[in-house]
């Protein structure tokens, strides 16, 4: 027996067992067993599942909307802003009863998932957005109430890092706005909690319950010891929770800049099945008013015209350094007209003053003297800091580093999207179809791997198809090892490679300008290889993007015209990517139909080309949408993001995108999307999953 058989056997073995997760046994302490993240991971199915009597029942819900309804007296006008929303089940309520501007926020996806779904099932046009409370993505000055219910408020171990929820929430909210807390009532917990219960979930699962107070005695410590009849213990976790009384949480208010606290009444709200409240079991409700004056008040007479425009840096490549993705390896007149068109296009774009930044050698100097006057940096270096694609994320890492608002995506997302095989790994996990494929590491494997041809042999690593050209696509084994010698001499020797079945179909590009939920699709788009002589393969490589010399420059970029189910199925997979690998502002998907029209994953990039003619600027222009109003989208993405400024500019690209045929929100899609992943467990069908065009089971093959 081999020893992955044998390992194999031994997995099998313990998913028949009975004990399913480590446990500790019994605990003298529980404190030290709390990290200090436990909030990262706790809000899952089972939280779902322990505290189901309180969170999911309907009365319970319905008695604690009538109780903020009633003493905030909210107009169904009002902009709410339910933080720490769990799984949306107070935003639902709300709009139940015909609240439209009422929007979710938590750190759970999972939660935000469910909350997603459930809207989505009732036809309710609610938003959730997945976040830290202590960095929230909104403007100032944007909601009426914000409201933390269901005992949401006190999970760190740090009274500061409650307060900068606080300020944050002060933040967003309007001048006269009020916030709505519902928290446990920590003198009545210290003396009434149960040190041990034992409660039946269902049929199936039982909970034990440990609880003790903190050193301090300022929070209550928890654990969970979940057992399930047919498996065991299915959970051993802790938590804790700070116990603010009235004085401490008046106090709290008021240095984040809250007035006139006012305690309401206490709340016990105990459902039927309730066997062991915990600490939903009394809880004290307590609003604020935010007094603080509206920006545009402060100088009556300032018009839009005369407002101080925003100070917006532009990074750039290094004209002066080499650059190996180019044909000549330098920048040439090419390069400097595109430079040149896209300053022009920013001077279209008011309030804005643009300088421009390129010399590497002191960009970060540069950076740290402008930092102060600095409101956003433009962030148009895909070349990649002194123009090595592996380092464009060092660009944002700065910009981190400097603490100045940028656009696009940040260091981690690039840093996945750059390993094609990571990002096939995550849409795979996440059951969204991707081409078959291998990663290869070494010459000698390919001789060993089952193949069916025709494969596309690229680069598992790159920029601007830097290594793909008509010679990737292979017909034979002698083929590939051919086309990855000379791929290395030019892009290194160390460089992996990826191999892919070679999809005969559209190849399709998808735009995404915007944050999910309020992004804007573009018109998706096909490569048009009508003007390639037949003899040559379809495929959109270097030679389309750099060799105007070569068949493949007459490449057109058309209107893909893909069938409505193909064209949601491709849509709601995006913005789902788009969320999961961290994209911010701006990103292009790069997909291919098989031989049925079936849609597969090839690659994302986040900070796409951002140049004249790119395929995002020419998605753009089918939607209506100039080479300008592009480039201030992105910018306007990123200052929304941020909370930056006025909307001005989304004002008048909303006038200058045309009415189309009807079709189904982003957030939709989205929650479309997640609803359909969880039901059928898979987009793809068993039988695709069966049809894999390698024998070998491994994802990667090692260097021999």
């Not at 007296?73 to 139940?96: F, K, M, N, S, Y």
């Not at 929430?169 to 009020?178: A, H, I, M, N, T």
């Not at 788009?525 to 389309?544: K, W």
């Not at 006025?646 to 006038?655: F, G, H, I, S, T």
Request: charged share 30%; hydrophobic share 35%.
């Amino acid at each position: 027996m081999t020893q992955n058989t044998a390992d194999s056997n031994n997995r099998r073995k313990r998913a028949k067992g009975t004990v399913q997760t480590k446990t500790l046994g019994p605990v003298e302490d529980l404190e030290p067993h709390v990290r200090s993240d436990w909030w990262q991971t706790l809000f899952n199915s089972l939280y779902l599942k322990t505290d189901a009597d309180l969170l999911d029942d309907m009365e319970v819900t319905r008695k604690e909307a009538d109780l903020v309804v009633s003493i905030l007296g909210l107009d169904p006008e009002d902009t709410v802003l339910d933080l720490c929303c769990g799984q949306g089940r107070h935003v639902l309520e709300l709009a139940r009863r015909g609240f439209s501007n009422v929007e979710g926020y938590d750190r759970s996806q999972y939660l935000i998932r469910k909350a997603r779904t459930r809207a989505q099932k009732e036809n309710l046009q609610v938003r959730f957005r997945e976040g830290d409370a202590r960095k929230l993505p909104y403007p100032s000055d944007t909601f009426s109430v914000v409201i933390i219910l269901g005992n949401s408020f006190g999970y760190f171990d740090s009274t500061l890092q409650d307060r900068k929820v606080l300020e944050e929430v002060f933040r967003v909210l309007k001048p006269g706005g009020r916030v709505f807390i519902d928290a446990v009532d920590g003198d009545h917990m210290k003396k009434n909690f149960q040190p041990r219960s034992w409660e039946w979930l269902d049929r199936k699962y039982f909970v034990c319950r440990e609880r003790a107070l903190s050193s301090d005695g300022e929070r209550l410590i928890c654990r969970e010891v979940i057992s399930r009849i047919d498996r065991g213990i299915i959970a051993d976790q802790f938590y804790a929770e700070r116990l603010y009384n009235r004085e401490s949480l008046f106090e709290l208010l008021t240095v984040s800049g809250f007035s006139s606290p006012t305690f309401h009444t206490t709340f016990s709200p105990v459902s039927t099945g309730t066997q062991d409240a915990g600490m939903m079991e009394q809880r004290i409700l307590l609003s604020a008013t935010v007094e603080k004056a509206w920006p545009s008040l402060a100088s009556p007479l300032q018009t839009a015209e005369s407002k101080k425009p925003l100070s917006v840096v532009v990074v750039l490549g290094d004209p002066r350094k080499e650059d190996q993705v180019k044909p000549a390896c330098v920048f040439d007149d090419d390069d400097f007209e595109t430079v040149d068109r896209m300053k022009k296009a920013l001077a279209e774009i008011p309030y804005m003053k643009f300088t421009f930044l390129d010399r590497h050698e002191t960009l970060f100097e540069d950076l740290k003297k402008r930092a102060g006057k600095t409101d956003l940096v433009l962030n148009l270096c895909d070349e990649g800091f002194y123009n090595d694609p592996i380092k464009e994320l060092h660009v944002p890492a700065m910009l981190e580093q400097l603490n100045i608002p940028y656009t696009g995506a940040g260091p981690q997302c690039l840093a996945f999207c750059y390993d094609k095989s990571l990002v096939r790994g995550v849409a795979r996990e996440m059951q969204i179809p991707v081409a078959k494929g291998i990663l290869v590491t070494g010459d000698s494997d390919v001789s060993r791997l089952s193949l069916s041809f025709p494969l596309i042999v690229k680069p598992n690593s790159g920029d601007s198809s830097f290594g793909i050209t008509q010679k990737s696509i292979v017909h034979s084994k002698e083929e590939i090892l051919d086309i990855m010698k000379a791929t290395r001499e030019k892009i290194g020797s160390d460089k992996l490679f990826l191999l892919e079945e070679f999809l005969p179909g559209k190849d399709i590009s998808v735009g995404i300008i915007g944050n999910p939920p309020a992004c804007t699709v573009l018109p998706i788009t096909e490569e048009d290889y009508s003007a390639v002589p037949e003899e040559l393969p379809r495929i959109c490589g270097y030679e389309a993007k750099w060799l105007p010399d070569s068949p493949y420059w007459k490449i057109e970029s058309v209107p893909a015209g893909l069938p409505e189910k193909t064209e949601k199925e491709v849509v709601r997979c995006c913005l789902a990517l788009f969320t999961r690998l961290g994209c911010r502002d701006y990103a292009r998907f790069d997909w291919r139909l098989d031989a049925e029209g079936r849609p597969k994953l090839l690659e994302v990039n986040p900070n796409p080309g951002w140049c004249w003619d790119g395929h995002l600027a020419k998605m753009a222009a089918y939607a209506s949408i100039s080479y300008s109003d592009m480039l201030a989208a992105v910018l306007e993405a990123a200052k929304k993001r941020y909370g930056i400024g006025m909307d001005v500019v989304k004002a008048e690209l909303q006038k200058k995108v045309p009415e189309q045929s009807p079709r189904k929100s982003p957030a939709e899609c989205a929650a479309e999307f997640e609803e359909e992943v969880e039901a059928k467990g898979s987009i793809e069908s068993e039988n695709d999953r069966k049809r894999n065009v390698f024998s070998s089971s491994s994802e990667t093959i090692q260097a021999l």
